[in-house]
């Protein structure tokens, strides 16, 4: 499938490794042009031979994301995959404003603010794709994830929010909602899990692959694909929806 992304330029936050990662690699080996945004801005090692330009950038500097959300309104970006680490585990009680505060800042700010740098010249040009990674937490609050579960809830308000305002003018409006994907990330929860609960990394690991149907946790290029297709041509009237991949793990309607 063409996904139409010839001549699209594409910003993808947090692609040094896990899900950006995997969204940045398929959109440039699908032809786009993408900007690929990671705290040390280094070239990622998949990148050879792909149209893609490292950019440094802190999301939790307020400073160093309005540089670079000017910067790529300049570029004119067409597709923008919001990406934001996410926060230590632990529960919403006696958390305190400044953890609140905090998650707050890095997870849900900067895609606020570089989503409104890029968004002008995507409805000035009549086409524009705007996708945020989220968590599996915004359906179902993931227990000891309190501040994920919170701030990602947040997001996919404004989300859906922004996307019933721009959807006359050829801009769409998703989020993706990852499952237990194998990546650093969720490799680092299970191993925080097995420290608390006396068990063993693969034990932990047995146990979440017993409660996903699929029988296994995903691949981080399966994710991809789903950020590719809400970023293609053909997902034009596919808006304000949240996808789940997540290997059947949630059951809610």
Known sequence: MDYGFSGRKALVLGA?????AASARLLAEEGAQVFAASRKGALPDWAGGLDVIPVAVDLTDPAAVAAIGAQMAAEGIDILVNNCGGPAAGPAAGQGTAG????????????????DAVLPGMVA????RIITIGSSGVIAPIP?????????????????TLAAEVAAKGVTVNMVLPGRIATDRVRELDQGKA?????TLEQVEAESRAAIPAGRYGKPEEFAAVV????????????GSMIRADGGLLRNL
């Open 100 to 115: 609140w505060q905090a998650a707050f800042a890095a997870m849900a700010t900067p895609v606020f603010a570089l989503t």
């Open 125 to 128: 040009r009549g086409w524009g």
């Open 16 to 20: 040094s490794r896990g899900l950006g």
């Open 195 to 199: 420290g608390k609960s006396g068990q």
């Open 228 to 239: 590719a297709f809400l970023a293609s041509a053909q997902a034009s009237y596919v808006t």
């Open 144 to 160: 000891n994830l309190a501040l994920s579960n919170g701030v990602r809830g947040a997001v996919a308000g404004w989300s859906k």
